[in-house]
C-alpha cells in the first residue's frame, strides 16, 4: 500500500500532494467522528453532517451543522482537538515531523512542507516547523491551565473546567472557532479575563508562524546585536493591527445608536474589539450576531474575505495580499510603476500573485453566492454572504444558516472551506500540475487595458 501511495506522489506535483494529504485527513476524521467512542450515548451523526463537522475541523474554520458540544464525549473530545492541532499547524507539516521523526526529512518532504506555509526557501523549514510545534503545544497547555483554572468558578467540578479550559485553549490558538459549550463565548461576554485571553490566542494563531518566529528570534537578541525584521513581517504585523483598528472604529460606529445603545461605553468598545478580531479567523461570538446591523455584517464579511496573515492557522486572501493590493493602486494612481516601503522594493512577482489571488477568490465566492441564493431561496443574501464569506476565510462565524442548508449547500461550503485552508495557489496549481519551463517566447504586443 505505501509502494502504491509513493508511486502516485511521484507523478504529482507538491500542489498535488497537499491536496492529497488534506483529502485523507478528511476522510480519516470522518471515520474518527463516526466511530462510538468519539459520540456521547444516542447522539445521532448523518454522514454528509460527519464529513462536513470533518472538513470544518481539519480547515479549523468552526462552521457546523450539529451541535458539537451534544456530539463529542469525552474521549471524542480529545480526538478532535488532535485534529484541530494537525489542522492548525498544517497537516502536510505536522504529520512528516511526527512520521519521520528521528529519520533524515528528504528534499520532497522539504518541499512539500515549503509549499503548504507558502515559504520562499525550504532553507531551514524542518526546524521552523518544529519550532511552530513546540511554540503552540506550549501555548496551548499554558492556556489549558490557565483557563481551567479559572473556569473552576463557572462549572460544577475541576474535571469539566480543565476540559472545556483544555478545549478552549486548543480552539482558540488554531483559530477553531469550535466550542464545546454550545453558546460560544456568550456566556463569558460580560468577563474581560476571558475575553481577553480568547483574544491574544487568537492573533497568535492569526498573525502568522514566521512573525512569531521573527519576534521570537528579536526577544534573544535584544541588546546584544541588531536586529532586522523582513519586509513580510513588517507588511504583515502592520497590516494586520492596522485592520483591527479598522474594525473596532466602524463596528463601534455602526453599532452606537443600534445594538449598543443600551450598553456601556466598554462594553461597546470591547464587543467592537472582539469582532474585530475574531471575525478575522477566530470565529467565536459574545452575542447574537444577527443583531447586528447590515453594515456591520458587510464590515464582517469583508474581514472575513481578508482572513489571517500567511503561513497561520487562518484562511481567505491573507493581510499580505490585500496590503499589496492597496499599496499597488494607491502607487500607481501616483504615477509610481514600483512599490516601496520599509526602505524596500515589493518584487513585480509578488504583486501579480496578490491580484491573482484576489481576483480568484472573488470568482469563487461570487460563483458560490449565486449557486447558493439559487439552492437555498430560504435565505437572505446577506446571510449566504455572510456564510460563504466565513466558508472561504475558514473563520466559523454564522448568522445560524448553517444546519438548514441542504446537501447541495453543505457540498459548496465544504468546497470553500477546503479551498480557503490550502490557499488559493495551492488551488490553482493543483489542478495545472507541475509547472512548464518554455523553451522560447513570442514577440510582446501592448493591448488597450481599462
Request: aromatic share 14%.
Amino acid at each position: 500500500m505505501n509502494i502504491e501511495i509513493e508511486k502516485l506522489t511521484k507523478r504529482l506535483s507538491a500542489a498535488q500532494i497537499i491536496v492529497f494529504y488534506y483529502l485523507v485527513a478528511v476522510m480519516v476524521s470522518t471515520i474518527l467522528l463516526l466511530l462510538p467512542i468519539t459520540q456521547k450515548q444516542n447522539a445521532e451523526l448523518a454522514f454528509i453532517d460527519g464529513v462536513f463537522i470533518s472538513i470544518s475541523a481539519v480547515t479549523v474554520t468552526g462552521l457546523s451543522t450539529t451541535d458539537v458540544s451534544q456530539l463529542l464525549s469525552v474521549p471524542g473530545t480529545f480526538i478532535f482537538t488532535i485534529i484541530l492541532q494537525f489542522g492548525g499547524i498544517g497537516f502536510v507539516a505536522f504529520g512528516t515531523i511526527l512520521w519521520l521523526s528521528g529519520k533524515k526529512i528528504g528534499l520532497r518532504a522539504r518541499i512539500l512542507m515549503t509549499t503548504e506555509q507558502n515559504s520562499p526557501t525550504f532553507s531551514g523549514i524542518v526546524r521552523f516547523i518544529r519550532m511552530i510545534f513546540f511554540f503552540f503545544v506550549m501555548i496551548e497547555l499554558l492556556g489549558a491551565v490557565v483557563f481551567g483554572t479559572y473556569f473552576l468558578k463557572y462549572f460544577p467540578t475541576w474535571q469539566e473546567a480543565y476540559l472545556q479550559g483544555f478545549f478552549a485553549s486548543v480552539s482558540a490558538t488554531t483559530n477553531a472557532g469550535f466550542d464545546i459549550t454550545g453558546k460560544s463565548l456568550i456566556p463569558f461576554a460580560d468577563d474581560y479575563f476571558v475575553l481577553t485571553l480568547n483574544i491574544v490566542l487568537f492573533i497568535i494563531g492569526a498573525l502568522g508562524f514566521p512573525v512569531l518566529m521573527e519576534v521570537s528570534q528579536w526577544l534573544r537578541h535584544k541588546g546584544k546585536m541588531p536586529f532586522r525584521f523582513t519586509l513580510f513581517t513588517k507588511i504583515t504585523t502592520v497590516t494586520f493591527f492596522i485592520l483591527i483598528v479598522i474594525g473596532v472604529i466602524f463596528i463601534y460606529l455602526f453599532e452606537y445608536s443600534h445594538f449598543y445603545s443600551e450598553k456601556t461605553w466598554h462594553q461597546s468598545f470591547v464587543h467592537s474589539l472582539f469582532y474585530s478580531i475574531s471575525s478575522r479567523t477566530g470565529g467565536m461570538a459574545i452575542s447574537d450576531i444577527n443583531q447586528f446591523s447590515v453594515p456591520t455584517l458587510l464590515l464582517l464579511s469583508i474581514f472575513m474575505f481578508i482572513g489571517a496573515s500567511p503561513s497561520s492557522a487562518g484562511g481567505g486572501i491573507r493581510t499580505t495580499t490585500f496590503a499589496v493590493m492597496l499599496l499597488t493602486i494607491y502607487n500607481y494612481a501616483k504615477g509610481n510603476r514600483t512599490i516601496k516601503i520599509f526602505k524596500r522594493e515589493i518584487d513585480e512577482e509578488d504583486i501579480i500573485k496578490s491580484f491573482i489571488v484576489f481576483t480568484t477568490a472573488m470568482i469563487l465566492c461570487s460563483v458560490a453566492v449565486v449557486i447558493l441564493a439559487r439552492i437555498e431561496s430560504a435565505f437572505s443574501l446577506m446571510e449566504i454572504l455572510f456564510e460563504v464569506s466565513s466558508a472561504f476565510g475558514t473563520v466559523g462565524l454564522s448568522l445560524g444558516i448553517t444546519p438548514e442548508l441542504s446537501t447541495a449547500g453543505k457540498v459548496v461550503i465544504m468546497i470553500l472551506m477546503f479551498i480557503g485552508k490550502i490557499g488559493m495557489f495551492t488551488f490553482l496549481f493543483s489542478m495545472g500540475g507541475k509547472p512548464i519551463k518554455h523553451a522560447y517566447h513570442y514577440p510582446k504586443e501592448r493591448i488597450i487595458i481599462g
